[in-house]
């Protein structure tokens, strides 16, 4: 089990409470698809993810992005479990969509520049370290089924 602080709880949930779903959900996953393009072999159902400007105007692309985000918000709420959370997640993507568990991390990354980007001066390296701590434990527990 993660041990957490005071503080960390405190600034991830600050980070939620400030988050624009509609905003930052699609913008990290239309990045990561941008990025790293090996990544848009899972979304072959999307349509058009030809290039940048089809990935950033794709309505299914971003739609996605929300329900990740949204993902993420029952992490926050269940720090203490994050692991039971999302053990159906898990399989989910381990065993009917085959996602290589790697791309966690790198969606994870991309949020990560996202909320920087909207957090600018704010986002300060005890809150990066926080926000980076609850992001490991959340690609972990995506992970856990592939071990």
């Known amino acids: 089990m993660v041990e957490w602080t005071a ?29 790293y393009p090996w990544c848009q072999r899972y979304f072959g159902g ?28 029952r992490a926050m709420k269940n720090m203490d479990d994050i692991k039971q959370t999302y053990a159906e997640l898990s ?13 966690f991390k790198l969606l994870a990354d991309c949020l990560s520049v996202v909320i920087a980007g909207k957090m600018g001066t704010n986002f300060t390296p005890e809150i990066q370290a ?3 701590k609850f992001l490991s ?5 995506l992970g856990r089924q592939y071990h």
């Open 130 to 132: 926080a926000w980076q």
């Open 46 to 73: 999307f349509g058009n993810l030809y290039n940048a400007e089809a990935i950033l105007s794709n309505p299914m692309v971003a739609a996605h992005g929300i329900v990740v985000l949204h993902g993420l918000d």
């Open 91 to 103: 399989v989910l993507h381990s065993e009917k969509l085959h996602v290589d568990p790697d791309n």
């Open 137 to 141: 434990v959340v690609v972990s527990a």
């Open 7 to 35: 503080e960390e709880r405190a600034a991830i949930q600050d980070i939620f409470n400030s988050l624009d779903y509609e905003d930052v959900g699609p913008k990290a996953l239309q990045r990561c698809l941008i990025v």
